[in-house]
C-alpha cells in the first residue's frame, strides 16, 4: 500500500492544484451575481467530490501499475512501480498542456479533436523515451517530489477537512421536501368562480419555426388548428435570450433591468418574495402550482418557493437516460437547493465532463419528455387538487439536445447524421467560433447547421404531439370549460446570423419572437393579433383573465383588450442581454438592448457602440441594417433606449428620477 499512498499524495495535490485555478476562473463569473458566502460552499463542495476523484483514479492508476509490474516481472523485464508512476504523471502532465494548447488556439470542430489527439500522441512518444533515459533515477527523482509536495498535502488536506462541516451545514440548515405543499388563508375569499389557468411554457421554442406562425414546414398541425379558436399573438417580445432572466419577467412582470436577473441561476429578482404573480394570484384564493423543468427557471431560483403550494424538483420531471444524466440528478437533488455551484465537475468547461462524456454521456432521446410535467400535473387533478388553481408548467424541450424519441427523429431529415447528444454537441461547439463576429455561418457550415436545424424542427413536432396528448386528457376531465390555457415560450432559438442557440451579445428575432397564444373558457372564435406587445404583458393578462387587479409594480400592461378586439395605443417593446454586467445594485452598462416601434426594430451593442436598424415589415428577416438610410428613425429609437436605461440605472443606484423628467 505504500505505493498507492505515493500515488494519491502526488494525484491529490495535481488535483487540488488544478481545481484551486479553476475556483479562481469561476469566481470572476460568479460574483456578477452572487457573494462570497454563497461560493465558499460551492468550492468545499467540489472540493470533497474531487477528492474523491483523485482517491479513485489513484487506485485505479495503482491497480494497472501493480498488474503492469507482476507481468513484466513474469517475462523478466525489468520496470518498477516508481518507474510507473513516473511515467503516469509525465503523461498526464502531458494531456494537461495539451489540453490548453487546443483550447487557446483552437475554439472546436473536428480540427480541435485531431490536432488534440496528435499533440497527446506526440507528448506520450516523447515523455516514454524520457522515462526510458531517467530509468535509473527515477526512484531519487520521486523521493525528492514527494518530500517537497509534503506542505502541500497538509494544506489540502486541511482544506479537506474544512470543506466537510461547511457543505453538512448548507446540506442540513433547510431541508424540504421532494414536492412542497403549503396551506395558505386567501384574504379576498375562496375565488370559486374564478377560472383555472394554464400556462405551458416550452424552453426555447422561437414562433419562427412553428408552422401555426406560417413557418413552411408542419411542425405544430395541432397546435394550428388548436389556435383557430384562441387568441394569437402574432408579435410577442422576449424580455431576454436567456431562461432565468425571462421567467423572472414572466413571474413578476417586469422588465429585466427592473428585477435585475441578468444571468442563468443568478441572483434572485429585486423584491420577488413580495412583488410575484404566483402569490397575487393565492391573495384572491388560488391554489398554486409548479412543474419546472429547467433547473434555471425552478421556484427556487426565482425566489417563489413560498408562493406555490406543489411544486416538484426538476430531476423529478425527468427520465432515466445514461450515468452522467444519473449523476446529474443525484447532486441536483442532494445539493441544487442549497449550494449554487452543485454541479461543478460535470461542468462543460470543466475538464472532467469531457471525459465523462465520452463514457457514459451519449444519449439518443430527450432526457425530459413534456408527458413526465405533463403527467404529474394531471395526477394532482385526479387527486382531487381544489379550484381555482394556477399551474405553470415548463418544459425542456425543444431545447438542445435535440433528440426527440421515434417516430418524430427523422421527420424533416432522414439522415443518419446528428442523431446523439455528443454529435450534436461537436456541431455546436464548433459554430460557437462564429456567434459573436456579427458574419453569418460561411458556406461550408451551413450545410450541417441546417441539419441541426432539422432536428430542432422535428422535436417541435414532438412538442406539438405532447401538447395534443394534454389537450385530450383535459378534454377527457371536462376541465376545458372553466379553464384558460396560455401557450408561450421563454426565449427563442437560433441557426442564422452566425449566432447558435441562444444567449450570447444577439437579439434577433430568431430568439426574441415567441408565441403566444391564449385560449379562454369555451372560447369558439379566433382572433390573430398583430400588435407588437411584450413578455412582462403576461402576468397582468392572467391577472384581468382572472379578475384580479394588476399592481402599479408590474411594467406589463393586460392584453386582455386586444383578446376583445379592442384598439390599444401602441408603445415601444424592450428586450436585453446583460450577462457583463454585475447584479445587486450595479448600474447597467454593458450588454445588449433592443426596441421595437411602429414596424422598426432597432438593436444597440453598448459595448461596441453599435447599432442595427432593420424594418421588420419589409424585412422580417433582418438582412438589410438601415441605420444608415433611415438615421431619424433609428436615432428615435436610440433615444428611446437610452432614456428607458437611464431611469432604469436611477432606480437601481437610487438616483433621483425627477431630473430625467
Known amino acids: 500500500m505504500k505505493s498507492y499512498r505515493q500515488i494519491f499524495r502526488l494525484n491529490f495535490v495535481i488535483f487540488s492544484l488544478y481545481i484551486l485555478g479553476d475556483a479562481f476562473y469561476r469566481w470572476d463569473g460568479f460574483r456578477y451575481y452572487s457573494t462570497l458566502s454563497e461560493f465558499i460552499p460551492s468550492v468545499a463542495l467540489i472540493t470533497i467530490i474531487w477528492s474523491i476523484t483523485a482517491a479513485f483514479f489513484s487506485a485505479v492508476v495503482w491497480m494497472t501499475l501493480e498488474i503492469f509490474v507482476w ?85 489540502f488536506s486541511f482544506l479537506l477537512i474544512l470543506s466537510v462541516p461547511i457543505v453538512g451545514y448548507n446540506v442540513f440548515r433547510d431541508p424540504s421536501d421532494s414536492v412542497m405543499r403549503r396551506q395558505h388563508t386567501f384574504p379576498h375569499g375562496s375565488g370559486k368562480d374564478r377560472p383555472n389557468i394554464i400556462l405551458i411554457t416550452f424552453d426555447a421554442l422561437t414562433a419562427r419555426n412553428m408552422s401555426v406562425y406560417g413557418y413552411e414546414r408542419p411542425t405544430t398541425p395541432f397546435i394550428e388548428n388548436w389556435a383557430k379558436e384562441a387568441s394569437l399573438f402574432t408579435s410577442l417580445e422576449a424580455g431576454s435570450n436567456i431562461t432565468t432572466p425571462t421567467t423572472a419577467s414572466l413571474m413578476t412582470g417586469k422588465r429585466v433591468w427592473t428585477h435585475q436577473t441578468y444571468h442563468l441561476a443568478g441572483s434572485l429578482p429585486k423584491s420577488v418574495r413580495t412583488e410575484n404573480l404566483p402569490l397575487l394570484l393565492q391573495k384572491y384564493g388560488y391554489r398554486t402550482m409548479a412543474f419546472v423543468v429547467n433547473p434555471f427557471a425552478s421556484v427556487k431560483t426565482l425566489g417563489l418557493e413560498n408562493n406555490f403550494e406543489m411544486a416538484p424538483l426538476p430531476t423529478q ?37 469531457r471525459l465523462l462524456l465520452a463514457l457514459f454521456g451519449d444519449h439518443f432521446t430527450t432526457s425530459c419528455p413534456p408527458e413526465n410535467a405533463f403527467n404529474k400535473f394531471l395526477w394532482a387533478m385526479d387527486e382531487g387538487y381544489p379550484g381555482p388553481f394556477f399551474s405553470w408548467i415548463h418544459l425542456y424541450p425543444p431545447h438542445d439536445p435535440y433528440l426527440p424519441p421515434k417516430p418524430f427523429i427523422g421527420t424533416f431529415d432522414a439522415s443518419s447524421e446528428l442523431r446523439s447528444y455528443k454529435s450534436q454537441l461537436n456541431v455546436k461547439n464548433a459554430a460557437l467560433r462564429y456567434r459573436d463576429t456579427f458574419r453569418d455561418f460561411p458556406p461550408k457550415v451551413k450545410p450541417i447547421i441546417q441539419i441541426l436545424r432539422n432536428r430542432y424542427d422535428e422535436f417541435i413536432r414532438y412538442c406539438d404531439d405532447s401538447f395534443e396528448y ?10 376545458l370549460n372553466n379553464t384558460v390555457i396560455i401557450l408561450s415560450s421563454d426565449h427563442g432559438e437560433s441557426f442564422e446570423h452566425g449566432a447558435i442557440q441562444h444567449s450570447g451579445l444577439h437579439l434577433y428575432e430568431q430568439v426574441t419572437h415567441i408565441p403566444l397564444i391564449i385560449k379562454a373558457p369555451r372560447q369558439a372564435k379566433g382572433r390573430a393579433i398583430n400588435d407588437v406587445v411584450e413578455q412582462i404583458d403576461i402576468p397582468p393578462t392572467i391577472l384581468e383573465l382572472a379578475d384580479i387587479p394588476a399592481p402599479k409594480w408590474m411594467e406589463g400592461r393586460s392584453l386582455v383588450p386586444l383578446m376583445r378586439g379592442e384598439a390599444v395605443h401602441a408603445k415601444p417593446a424592450f428586450s436585453m442581454s446583460l450577462e457583463n454586467n454585475m447584479s445587486e445594485e450595479h448600474k447597467i452598462d454593458k450588454g445588449t438592448i433592443a426596441a421595437w416601434e411602429g414596424g422598426y426594430k432597432l438593436i444597440h451593442y453598448m459595448d461596441r457602440n453599435l447599432s442595427l436598424l432593420f424594418n421588420l415589415d419589409a424585412d422580417p428577416d433582418e438582412l438589410n441594417n438601415v441605420w444608415e438610410q433611415e438615421p431619424e428613425k433609428g436615432q428615435h429609437l436610440l433615444k428611446l433606449i437610452r432614456e428607458n436605461l437611464d431611469r432604469a440605472n436611477m432606480r437601481i443606484v437610487g438616483g433621483d428620477l425627477q431630473r430625467l423628467n
Open 71 to 155: 507481468l513484466c516481472q513474469r517475462r523478466g523485464w525489468n520496470f518498477s512501480i516508481d518507474q510507473g508512476q513516473f511515467f503516469v504523471f509525465g503523461s498526464f502532465l502531458v494531456f494537461g498542456v495539451a489540453v490548453w494548447i487546443v483550447k487557446r488556439y483552437l475554439v472546436g470542430g473536428n480540427l480541435m479533436y485531431l490536432a488534440g489527439s496528435a499533440a497527446v500522441l506526440f507528448g506520450l512518444v516523447f515523455w516514454s523515451g524520457i522515462t526510458w533515459l531517467l530509468r535509473k533515477k527515477i526512484e531519487v527523482l520521486i523521493c525528492v517530489i514527494q518530500e517537497h509536495i509534503s506542505p502541500l498535502v497538509w494544506l
Open 317 to 353: 420531471l425527468h427520465g432515466p437516460v445514461s450515468l452522467l444524466g444519473d449523476f446529474d440528478r443525484y447532486l441536483y437533488e442532494v445539493f441544487g437547493d442549497r449550494i449554487r455551484l452543485h454541479d461543478w465537475i460535470i461542468q462543460r468547461d470543466f475538464v472532467p465532463y
Open 470 to 479: 394534454l389537450i385530450s386528457q383535459l378534454k377527457d376531465r371536462d376541465m
